[in-house]
Each structure stands twice: as structure tokens, then as C-alpha cells.
């Protein structure tokens, strides 16, 4: 540093970074707030986790890769996230159960899916996973695990949820940047036009919020009951545990081109809910209503809903409501 300075050092161990291998950033994995922590639902016997333990991991492998392995002065380092094909043992947890299970999981490009086996001898894989519909975002309070990810995907047009975590820190990053990497490829393919500064951010992303609410059903006349909800771009996904496999059901959020709103409160001679700070999201077809513990989660998911109501819809987002399916 003394001799160089810090661009010119910085230049030589990040000469060959990959456009998809992932970066740390101050806004990497945040956490919910106090009032909405799921940390009971972490697996026996791993303490809680400090504040930001994704981002924590994220930094520690990013420095590890470029001054300790030197991954990005010598290219064939690489290989366990750029070759194309994964293979390897994950902790999974179990969809109905809540234990964690050895599964083996297999990536490949050329079939551009994951895989995972209930048996490591298995011919066939349980699940069969596309690289178009994969997101991964790690989840480390949520799992219980500072090395846990979440892994989701589409499954008839529903999200399907996958907690993993390994043991190893630098065993559970390769793997999400191998998934990026896959993805990055997909859509190379996909959009040959575009740019990798156009396709990076389409890798992977974080949900805008997470946390719980109240909410009440279609009728508006039952009793509002306790839900986790995932706001991952426009699909607001409603759980009765934050590791619930499925989603109760998921609320489509347009752009207000599109008739759709967000309003703090609730309409006059609502009832049934125990929390003070109510939520109404207008879309075309009904009224959502949501309550929330206090008024900072109420003004942080109002930001959250609105930052995608403000927001003109892709064309391609035309398509996804038009096809959403929502579960009351």
C-alpha cells in the first residue's frame, strides 16, 4: 500500500474478477428489524447470530479470494465457481419437518438447472430446478446458520423456498457464485445483446423487506392473523413460518399507471386487528389490508411498496400479472 497505493494494489488483485462473481456492498443483506427477527425458528444448537452476519461473510470470502487465495490474479483458481459444473453435499432443510438433511446437489450449465438427490446414490433428483427462474440470497438470521442460504425458484407460478447451509464459509460462497455464474450464462444466451453490466444486476437479488405483519382475508371480515411476509420485487409473499417451503399465498404489485396504490391505514370500521399501524394496498381487483406493530415498520414497508408502485412496469412484468395466481 505504502509503495503503490491503494488504486494500483487494488488494480492487481482484482485484475481478473469475473463480471459475476459477487461484490460486497454496504447494502448487502439487511437485516429485519428487531420487532420481525424469526430467530426462533433457527436450527439446535447454533447461537444467534450478530447483526449483518451475511454481509460479514460476503467481505470475509471477497478478502480472502483476493489477497489470501489470489483467485483473481490467477484465473484456474476459479474453477470452483466458473467451470460450468457443481457437485457437492449441502445441509437441507426439510420441507414439513424443520431438520436439516445431508443432500447432494448438482449444477450444470449445459442442462442449465440445479439439482438435488434425497440419496446420494439416487438416479433420480428430487427436485429439478431452472436457471431462468433461480434466485439466491443469503439468510443467515432467518436459517439460524451464518453460512445459510436460501434458494428460490417458480414452481406453476408459485415461489418455491430451499434453505441450505454448509459448515464452510468458503464452500457456501462458491456455490452461490457458482449459481450467479450459471445464471450469468443463461442470460448471455437470452439477451446476446446486452451488456454484463446490463445482466449483473439481474443475477441475484436481496428482498426489498422482510419482516411480520397482520393481515386479513378477501371478505375483509375475519380476524387478522400474524404472517411473515417477503417482498422479493413485485410479489408480496405471505408465510405462516419464515421457513415455510410455500407461501400462503402471493399479492401481485403493479405500477400506479396500473390502478395500484399503497395508503397508511385502514378503512373506517375495520376490525379484528391487534396492531395499531394499518397498511391498505389498492390494486385493481380488491383491497389488501395489513397492520403492523409499530409506526417504523409500517413507514419501512410503505417505502418498500411504493419504491415498486413508483416504478413503470417491464413488458415482461405485463406478463406476470396477467398470469399471477393469487392464494387467499
Same mark, same amino acid.
Given at each position: 500500500?505504502?509503495?503503490?497505493?491503494?488504486?494500483?494494489?487494488?488494480?492487481?488483485?482484482?485484475?481478473?474478477?469475473?463480471?459475476?462473481?459477487?461484490?460486497?456492498?454496504?447494502?448487502?443483506?439487511?437485516?429485519?428489524?428487531? @420487532?420481525?427477527?424469526?430467530?426462533?425458528?433457527?436450527?439446535?444448537?447454533?447461537?444467534?447470530?450478530?447483526?449483518?452476519?451475511?454481509?460479514?461473510?460476503?467481505? &470475509?470470502?471477497?478478502? =480472502?479470494?483476493?489477497?489470501? =487465495?489470489? &483467485?483473481?490474479?490467477?484465473?484456474?483458481?476459479?474453477?470452483?465457481?466458473?467451470?460450468?459444473?457443481?457437485?457437492?453435499?449441502?445441509?437441507? +432443510?426439510?420441507?414439513?419437518?424443520?431438520?436439516?438433511? @445431508?443432500?447432494?446437489?448438482?449444477?450444470?450449465? +449445459?442442462?442449465?438447472?440445479?439439482?438435488?438427490?434425497?440419496?446420494?446414490?439416487?438416479?433420480?433428483?428430487?427436485?429439478?430446478?431452472?436457471?431462468?427462474?433461480?434466485?439466491?440470497?443469503?439468510?443467515?438470521?432467518?436459517?439460524?446458520?451464518?453460512?445459510?442460504?436460501?434458494?428460490?425458484?417458480?414452481?406453476?407460478?408459485?415461489?418455491?423456498?430451499?434453505? *441450505?447451509?454448509?459448515?464452510?464459509?468458503?464452500?457456501?460462497?462458491?456455490?452461490?457464485?457458482?449459481?450467479?455464474?450459471? +445464471?450469468?450464462? %443463461?442470460?448471455?444466451?437470452?439477451?446476446?445483446?446486452? @451488456?454484463?453490466?446490463?445482466? *449483473?444486476?439481474?443475477?441475484?437479488?436481496?428482498?426489498?423487506?422482510?419482516?411480520?405483519?397482520?393481515?386479513?382475508?378477501?371478505?375483509?371480515?375475519?380476524?387478522?392473523?400474524?404472517?411473515?411476509?417477503?417482498?422479493?420485487?413485485?410479489?408480496?409473499?405471505?408465510?405462516?413460518?419464515?421457513?415455510?417451503?410455500?407461501?400462503?399465498? &402471493?399479492?401481485?404489485?403493479?405500477?400506479?399507471?396500473?390502478?395500484?396504490?399503497?395508503?397508511?391505514?385502514?378503512?373506517?370500521?375495520?376490525?379484528?386487528?391487534?396492531?395499531? %399501524?394499518?397498511?391498505?394496498?389498492?390494486?385493481?381487483?380488491?383491497?389488501?389490508?395489513?397492520?403492523?406493530?409499530?409506526?417504523?415498520? =409500517?413507514?419501512?414497508?410503505?417505502?418498500?411498496?411504493?419504491?415498486?408502485?413508483?416504478?413503470?412496469?417491464?413488458?415482461?412484468?405485463?406478463?406476470?400479472?396477467?398470469?399471477?395466481?393469487?392464494?387467499?
Amino acid at each position: 500500500m505504502a509503495s503503490h497505493g491503494n488504486d494500483a494494489t487494488r488494480a492487481a488483485y482484482e485484475a481478473s474478477v469475473p463480471p459475476f462473481y459477487y461484490r460486497p456492498s454496504l447494502s448487502d443483506c439487511p437485516q429485519p428489524s428487531g @420487532s420481525t427477527s424469526p430467530w426462533h425458528s433457527r436450527p439446535s444448537g447454533h447461537p444467534a447470530q450478530s447483526l449483518n452476519p451475511a454481509r460479514r461473510l460476503l467481505r &470475509e470470502q471477497w478478502i =480472502r479470494a483476493k489477497y489470501e =487465495r489470489k &483467485e483473481f490474479l490467477h484465473p484456474e483458481k476459479q474453477e470452483p465457481y466458473s467451470a460450468g459444473y457443481r457437485e457437492g453435499l449441502l445441509w437441507k +432443510r426439510g420441507r414439513d419437518n424443520g431438520q436439516f438433511f @445431508s443432500r447432494k446437489f448438482v449444477l450444470t450449465e +449445459r442442462e442449465g438447472a440445479l439439482k438435488y438427490f434425497n440419496k446420494n446414490d439416487a438416479k433420480d433428483p428430487k427436485a429439478v430446478i431452472r436457471i431462468e427462474h433461480l434466485n439466491a440470497t443469503f439468510q443467515p438470521a432467518k436459517i439460524g446458520h451464518p453460512h445459510g442460504l436460501q434458494v428460490t425458484y417458480l414452481k406453476d407460478n408459485s415461489t418455491r423456498n430451499i434453505f *441450505v447451509y454448509h459448515e464452510d464459509g468458503k464452500e457456501m460462497v462458491d456455490w452461490f457464485n457458482a449459481l450467479r455464474a450459471a +445464471r450469468f450464462h %443463461y442470460l448471455q444466451v437470452a439477451f446476446p445483446g446486452a @451488456s454484463d453490466a446490463d445482466l *449483473v444486476p439481474k443475477l441475484s437479488r436481496n428482498y426489498l423487506k422482510e419482516g411480520y405483519m397482520e393481515k386479513t382475508g378477501p371478505k375483509q371480515t375475519e380476524g387478522f392473523r400474524r404472517r411473515w411476509f417477503t417482498m422479493d420485487d413485485r410479489r408480496l409473499m405471505y408465510f405462516k413460518d419464515p421457513l415455510d417451503a410455500f407461501a400462503r399465498g &402471493e399479492v401481485f404489485i403493479g405500477s400506479k399507471e396500473g390502478g395500484y396504490s399503497v395508503l397508511e391505514g385502514l378503512p373506517a370500521g375495520t376490525q379484528g386487528h391487534r396492531w395499531a %399501524y394499518g397498511i391498505t394496498i389498492v390494486t385493481p381487483d380488491r383491497k389488501f389490508l395489513f397492520a403492523c406493530e409499530t409506526e417504523a415498520d =409500517r413507514q419501512e414497508w410503505v417505502a418498500a411498496f411504493r419504491s415498486v408502485v413508483d416504478r413503470p412496469m417491464l413488458p415482461q412484468e405485463y406478463a406476470v400479472e396477467a398470469h399471477f395466481k393469487h392464494k387467499p
